[in-house]
């Protein structure tokens, strides 16, 4: 089991380019998130999802737009980004099962957006 | 507002030498607290967790963390660290807005360990 991958590790993004960060788990669950972490800010949630076919909003989802076309992919588009959104971008799915704590985090993706 | 905070941004501490961060949350019901870990480059991994009962709960890693209400606390503890415990550690309450339950984090303690 690979768990939670993200894809790619570390991306620099000219503002107004746009680019997809893609999010892969082989647990078979069916929740699964995106987060950012800023310096001093902790994690805020921007988008989830709680099965394929499904994206909702979270905390911070402006600027950002998601898909789920497939149960094990949860993909997170910037279409046209912008320095604030420079930031550490964390994934992490749970199964239904399972309580809210128990998400299992990928290893991130830094975007430094110039 | 549920909110979480942690008031040590960063914390050095000697290999061998116990260790306390501190965790404040504000949440109007019983809270459902979380400790998790950073380490450099990986995601986060659920420390421990506190639901109801014991105040006193115990974590992978040797880590430990007490409920206080009356503080609205829930610091984290080790006895004695090891140089592998140097990484970034995030408090979090289990909380509901916005028509979904949702983690709430503290922005964080950095601990740096030295030999």
């Known amino acids: 089991n690979a768990g939670v991958t993200q894809t790619p590790k570390f991306r620099v993004l000219k503002t107004g380019q746009s680019m997809t960060l893609l999010c892969a788990q082989d647990?078979?669950?069916?929740?699964m998130y995106w987060y950012r972490q800023d310096p001093g800010m902790g994690l805020r949630l921007i988008h989830y999802?709680?099965?394929?076919?499904?994206?909702a909003k979270g905390e911070v989802p402006d600027g950002y737009n998601v898909s789920r076309l497939k149960k094990q992919n949860f993909l997170l588009g910037l279409e046209s980004a912008a320095p604030s959104q420079t930031s550490v971008y964390f994934c992490?799915?749970?199964?239904?099962?399972?309580?809210?704590?128990?998400?299992?985090f990928g290893p991130g993706t830094r975007l430094l957006v110039l | 507002a549920q909110s979480v905070t942690q008031p040590d941004i960063h914390i050095t501490v000697s290999e061998g030498a116990s260790l306390e961060l501190r965790c404040n949350y504000s949440?109007?019901?019983?809270?459902?607290l979380f400790w998790y870990v950073q380490s450099p480059g990986q995601g986060l991994q659920l420390l421990l967790k506190y639901f109801s009962g014991d105040t006193l709960v115990q974590g992978i890693k040797g880590f430990e963390a007490e409920f206080k209400r009356s503080q609205s606390s829930f610091n984290l503890r080790k006895p004695s660290v090891h140089w592998s415990d140097a990484a970034e550690y995030f408090c979090?309450?289990?909380?509901?807005?916005?028509?979904?339950?949702?983690?709430?984090f503290g922005a964080g303690t950095r601990l740096a360990v030295h030999p």
């Open positions: 979090a309450v289990k909380g509901f807005s916005g028509g979904y339950n949702k983690l709430i």
């Open positions: 999802s709680v099965g394929e076919g499904t994206t």
């Open positions: 949440y109007g019901a019983t809270p459902y």
């Open positions: 992490a799915s749970r199964s239904t099962g399972t309580p809210q704590e128990t998400q299992y």
């Open positions: 647990m078979n669950h069916e929740y």
